[in-house]
């Protein structure tokens, strides 16, 4: 693809986990202006309601869709991509140019300020990546990092990326990522997390809007940050307050009544499909590339290596058997009204180089269960029937199906006779700790794309950061990233799916979009939601 203005175009997606939200409490009236493009700037209050919530103001230490929504509003990074496009353009940089096999060189905007006055320079760029891999927090995105081995701010406004491994074309949209958030050197400390309040008193607001006020996981009030000269321009609404709700049937009962403008994240497919015949709501839905998937603590599972008994043969039998005793079509269509798709891979259809090596390989190799090809794997490997698994969910973060979602996935196991299940939910910032500590077994997750790209959906997972730690599987990915010949990065992409799917770490379970519910009078929301879409608040406008 041709350079022009300074920058490569590279595909990208719903990065920086931003799918996630914060809410809203009751609107009021403010006086408006237009900025230069003509856009209004105040205007009445944006109230949005979420279930999800925050875990850390510090980027460097969450890796979540709620903080992530927080995140994106009030930092910013050099490189982002705008609704409607895939591709990743200049934010706080002006231009990005690969000038080496290894190196990519950024130039920053000039006069860059944070809003607590404080001037933003290549010094701070190259602070931010050096602590993100220093602190390397296990809740945080630095394994989005893998390929940079160091930065240097030669002058105040040139930062140089030099990469571990050559033609690294996916780099530049890692510097959309959260794990790219450009932070002030003067507030954040180096080598460890620092407190919300502390940051909320800091003021190191880069992005289209600064935290005005702070009541964690009950209300967030935000207001425009006159300092941002990115790529976004001034917010449409000068002022949002951000509502956090414990029980998604008050948010249902707030956006009905008018309370809130907006809710995104999350509400059950039940409230979502009465909300569609209220008369002044509209729920917007789509393809999205959201995935939701179980995922196996290698450790702790049945027969893990942490265990009283530990066995690789037959944790792997367990592993196996659980994924051919999955109905992904029944979950798909009893819980979710097929508003969610059967997924048989970690990467979303639709995608370059997704392969469903799940379907294939397990149950009735038609997408289907098959109690008897599991208990076939369970015999092989001697493991004793039932299993007794313990099956750990969230419904604040991933919605209140999920209570009907892990209750069919119960029903399905328990149908074979070869499994016990155990069920229990736990509240998202507990939730988030605990399997991070390796407490839970057998866990819910779901994804949301960093960058749009197939890579993003595998090298998370695989790559070496977590307990699965294949070297043939790590030296495919690594083959992959760098692989600048479509066909054969596809085949690469491939074989990664496949290997990983023989161990079955983790089973694919649904794809779909997260909704989001509007009053009619918001606007900044297309009616259908494509693979691209991100929810920024500077798009949302009362009319």
């Known amino acids: 693809m041709p350079f022009r203005r300074g920058i490569r175009p590279i595909p990208s997606g719903v990065g920086t986990l931003s799918l996630g939200t914060a809410l809203l409490m009751a609107a009021t009236g403010c006086t408006s202006t237009k900025t230069s493009d003509g856009r209004q700037s105040g205007g009445a209050v944006i109230t949005i309601g979420t279930t999800d919530q925050v875990t850390s103001l510090d980027p460097a230490g969450a890796w979540n869709a709620g903080s992530g929504a927080v995140a994106s509003e009030i930092y910013a990074t ?27 060189t950024v130039t920053l905007k000039p006069g860059l300020t944070f809003a607590n006055g404080h001037q933003l320079t290549a010094s701070d760029v190259k602070f931010s990546f050096d602590r993100m891999l220093r602190i390397a927090d296990p809740g945080g995105p630095s394994p989005l990092l893998y390929n940079l081995s160091s930065v240097a701010a030669p002058t105040p406004t040139t930062v140089v990326f030099t990469l571990k491994s050559a033609d690294d074309t996916l780099f530049p949209q890692v510097l959309s990522t959260t794990a790219a958030f450009i932070v002030d050197e003067q507030v954040f400390p180096a080598d460890k997390l620092l407190d919300d309040r502390a940051v909320v008193a800091g003021k190191p607001w880069n992005g289209p809007y600064g935290i005005a006020t702070y009541d964690k996981n009950s209300l967030i009030a935000f207001t425009t940050n006159t300092a941002y000269q990115g790529q976004f321009g001034t917010p449409k609404t000068k002022n949002v307050r951000l509502k956090y709700y414990t029980d998604a049937a008050n948010m249902k009962l707030d956006i009905q009544q008018g309370a809130l403008d907006a809710v995104h994240r999350t509400l059950g497919t039940a409230d979502l499909n009465d909300l569609s015949t209220k008369k002044g709501i509209q729920v917007h839905t789509g393809s999205g590339n959201d995935v939701r998937y179980l995922v196996f603590d290698l450790k702790a599972q049945p027969y893990g290596s942490g265990t009283k008994n530990p066995d690789e043969a037959k944790a792997l039998a367990v592993r196996q058997a659980v994924a051919d005793s999955i109905d992904r079509a029944q979950l798909a269509q009893q819980v979710y009204k097929n508003s969610y798709r059967p997924l048989y891979t970690s990467v ?21 269960p098959d ?6 794997r369970l015999k092989a490997a001697k493991v004793t029937t039932p299993v007794t698994l313990n099956l750990q969910y969230n419904t604040d973060h991933y919605g209140t199906s999920s209570a009907d979602e892990y209750a069919l996935i119960k029903t399905q196991l328990e149908a074979t006779g070869l499994f016990t299940v155990k069920l229990q939910s736990t509240e ?18 779901g994804w949301h794309a960093d960058y749009l790209d197939a890579d993003n959906y595998l090298s998370p997972f695989y790559a070496g ?6 070297p043939a599987v790590r030296d495919l990915i690594a083959q992959e990233q760098t692989e600048t010949d479509g066909a054969e990065r596809t085949a690469l992409l491939k074989q990664v799916q496949d290997k990983a799917a023989a161990s079955a770490p983790l089973i694919p379970l649904l794809q779909g979009s997260t909704p989001i519910v509007t ?18 608040w500077a798009e949302l406008a009362k009319k």
């Open 78 to 104: 050099l490189l982002s991509a705008r609704n409607g496009s895939s591709e990743v353009t200049p934010d706080l940089a002006s231009g990005i140019e690969p000038t080496g096999a290894k190196e990519y």
């Open 348 to 368: 979303p259809d639709g995608l370059p180089g997704a392969a469903p090596s799940f379907k294939s390989r397990y149950g009735d190799t038609k997408g289907g």
């Open 371 to 376: 109690k008897a090809a599991a208990a076939a």
């Open 428 to 445: 998202w910032t507990q939730y988030n700790k605990d399997l991070v500590a390796g407490r839970y077994p057998l866990y819910q997750l």
């Open 465 to 470: 950061a977590g307990q699965y730690r294949d």
């Open 519 to 536: 009053r009619t009078g918001l606007s900044g929301v297309p009616a259908e939601l494509d693979a691209t879409y991100q929810f920024r």
